[in-house]
């Protein structure tokens, strides 16, 4: 059920920010299927005294109107030119309260999100706020929409009762300087009635980077979260995310017999002039990864052999059927009763506080969709355990054994092994992948723990606090007052900190994965004798495509004829359902040499790529529309998209934008990312 909207208008943003905790945030898909996860993080805003918001001083403009609006709507924001945010406005009209939504836990359509984050799995897919707004597809469309209509909501889902609040105590600063930054000893100056700031009673510090005023709310780690999900992916079931966040930590158990962890807290990653940067200079999240490196690697080998296994036995099962596994699924969850009149209407009247006067009959497909959804995933699970029954699964070996030999058996399903060699060979790109977004997160922890360090070191230097260097240094140099523009200036100061302290990055790096990537015969830009070519597996209906393309634009204006970019098509046709003929379009434009400016339009007109609007913009460009129609309809067109669809998945690539410069792929999508990955290659 929907959450009313007397829910969101309480003036006490703190309780709020703490209630949304184990609700159910649903964002259905293009094509009406539901996409959702439970918020796990959550944080706080105060509004016009609050350094930290956008409404600070009561700033009111444009941009942030919507934060001053009755609580219960929208208000999304871009930050660092890369990532949108999804803040709830919270109070009543003209107390301009947020709450950010910082994490979630999946529960329906991973298999949607997974393509959308390209198949980053686990905790990588909606643990943090950049991450789940492009797992939900979530960006500025949604700014101001009602949270109590049918484009997103919020709704119960389950009831959080460990968190108890308690004072935080401050560590050193270390997050990375925001315009507005307010110092340490400022924390918690201004707020209503002396209000400490909290921390859950994990005992957690606030780890996120987060702004001066962040209030964070977590579960504790051990709650209990019944009931097991599954997703579909390319046609295969795959093991629960939740599942495998309940037993990780008797993973990690377990696999302590087996692992010495090779980093320790006194490793060095980084040194500056008279500074040495360890495995402690990192945030307490950021150490726990750091030193769980190897663990957390291993947990996704088991995973993965997991994945194989439960996708032979579907498989299997779908051919003896003479069905798609997507077609058993299904059948599975229809076996599934709907609940009784009497349980609808128990959990009608025992939620009575937050209906907001609907009816039963106008909320009732939402509580029946509710109280089906454990009985499903049971379902599922019981179906998956008993395929696992029928055609004899047995492990033979722990993936994560020292010493395994290539043809050593790890698993037999009736009368089939999987061999370690045929493990590795399957998941080798996979398993790089973990490895690298890992490194990406300890490389971002460490960077801004060296950004705070340098920053507040030459702010002693120059007599400064560190909230007056910072506003020098960024705050006073905007000019357009928007995020690209925040996120050069600290880019810009941070490398002239580095410069001067002679910074030095020593955390290892994993050894990539260079791949013979085809151009085929894909539209490019520059030279195709240039010293590096960047490949990048596209979706027009993407909004993480649409927001790398400009990134990738600056670029290559930056590095000129040393840099060729090959664009080629990877409809995610699931999850949007105009790409693929967004993609005939762009390459019927191709044939009369409008390729760059007919993607221009694509990228700038995400909401109106159906047929009408792609001939419009045939048009609009003078093209010839007669051939251009020639040229979408052909099977040439089709077989060509086919074909770099088929290449990107044999790459390793699950979602978009999918990235190579050089045979490599790049993992960190962003300006500066591109330009370190060009820079390599350029050396070799």
């Not at 968190?163 to 997050?175: D, E, G, L």
């Not at 070996?397 to 009736?414: F, H, Q, R």
Request: proline residues 5%; charged residues 30%; aromatic residues 8%.
């Amino acid at each position: 059920m929907k959450l009313a909207r007397e829910f969101y208008t309480r003036e006490d943003a703190i309780a709020v920010s703490r209630d949304l905790l184990g609700k159910l945030l649903v964002v259905p898909s293009e094509d009406g299927r539901r996409v959702s996860g439970m918020i796990v993080e959550t944080e706080a805003y105060l509004g016009t005294i609050d350094k930290a918001a956008h409404s600070y001083g009561g700033r009111r403009t444009a941009r942030n109107e919507v934060t001053y609006a009755d609580g219960g709507h929208v208000y999304v924001f871009f930050i660092y030119g890369l990532y949108h945010q999804l803040n709830v406005v919270t109070g009543p009209g003209e107390l301009p309260h947020v709450t950010l939504i910082r994490a979630l836990e999946p529960v329906d359509g991973i298999e949607i999100m997974d393509q959308r984050r390209g198949s980053k799995r686990g905790r990588e897919l909606t643990s943090g706020p950049g991450k789940l707004c492009m797992a939900l597809d979530i960006d500025r469309r949604f700014n101001g929409e009602d949270l109590l209509a049918d484009k997103i909501w919020i709704e119960e889902y389950k009831s959080i009762r460990t968190i108890r609040p308690q004072p935080r105590s401050f560590r050193k600063f270390r997050s990375r300087p925001r315009v507005n930054k307010i110092r340490m000893s400022e924390r918690g100056k201004g707020l209503p009635d002396g209000q400490p700031f909290l921390r859950d009673i994990e005992e957690n510090a606030c780890t996120k980077s987060c702004h001066s005023s962040c209030l964070i709310f977590v579960p504790k780690a051990n709650a209990a979260w019944p009931g097991i999900q599954f997703r579909l992916f390319s046609g295969k079931i795959y093991p629960p995310f939740s599942l495998f966040m309940k037993i990780l930590p008797i993973i990690w158990l377990l696999l302590l017999s087996l692992y010495i962890s090779a980093q320790k807290p006194a490793d060095i990653l980084a040194t500056a002039t008279g500074i040495t940067f360890t495995a402690d200079s990192l945030s307490p999240d950021g150490r726990k990864v750091y030193l769980g490196r190897d663990k957390l690697l291993a947990e996704s080998r088991t995973r993965l052999l997991y994945d194989m296994v439960t996708a032979i036995v579907l498989d299997r099962e779908a051919k003896t059927r003479n069905q798609p596994p997507e077609a058993l699924i299904k059948a599975e969850i229809a076996k599934v009763p709907d609940p009784s009149p009497a349980a609808i209407k128990a959990l009608f009247d025992a939620n009575q506080s937050t209906i907001g006067g609907r009816s039963l009959n106008d909320v009732k497909s939402e509580i029946v969709a509710y109280l089906r959804r454990e009985p499903e995933e049971k379902a599922l699970a019981a179906f998956i355990d008993s395929l696992k029954e029928k055609y004899k699964v047995s492990y033979l070996k722990d993936v994560n054994a020292p010493g395994l030999k290539p043809l050593e058996s790890l698993v037999k399903i009736d009368t089939r092994t999987i061999s370690v060699q045929e493990f590795e060979e399957k998941n080798r790109l996979a398993l790089s992948e973990v490895d690298f977004e890992i490194y990406e997160e300890l490389h971002d922890d460490l960077q801004a723990s060296i950004f705070s360090t340098l920053a507040a070191a030459e702010a002693k230097a120059k007599g400064q606090d560190v909230g007056e260097f910072i506003g020098a240094e960024i705050t006073d140099k905007l000019r357009a007052y928007t995020d690209e523009e925040r996120a050069e200036l600290e880019l810009e100061l941070l490398k002239r900190l580095q410069t001067k302290y002679n910074v030095k990055y020593l955390l290892r790096s994993p050894t990539p994965i260079m791949q013979n990537i085809s151009v085929d015969d894909d539209p490019a830009v520059g030279p195709a004798a240039a010293p590096v070519t960047i490949v990048m597996f596209t979706d027009f209906q993407c909004p993480a495509c649409s927001r790398t393309h400009p990134m990738l634009r600056k670029v290559i204006a930056e590095y000129g004829s040393n840099l060729r970019l090959v664009i080629r098509d990877f409809p995610l046709q699931q999850i949007h359902e105009n790409a693929f003929e967004a993609a005939r379009a762009a390459n019927a434009a191709n044939a009369q040499g409008k390729f760059l400016e007919y993607i221009e339009l694509l990228y700038k007109n995400q909401d109106d790529l159906d047929k009408t609007h792609l001939i419009a913009f045939a048009e609009q460009l003078g093209l010839n529309v007669k051939q251009f129609e020639i040229d979408f309809n052909s099977e040439r067109s089709a077989a060509e998209i086919n074909k770099d669809i088929a290449d990107g998945k044999v790459y390793g690539a699950g979602g978009t934008p999918t990235i190579f410069v050089n045979g490599i792929r790049v993992y960190r999508i962003s300006t500066q990312g591109f330009r370190d990955a060009i820079d390599l290659a350029m050396k070799k």
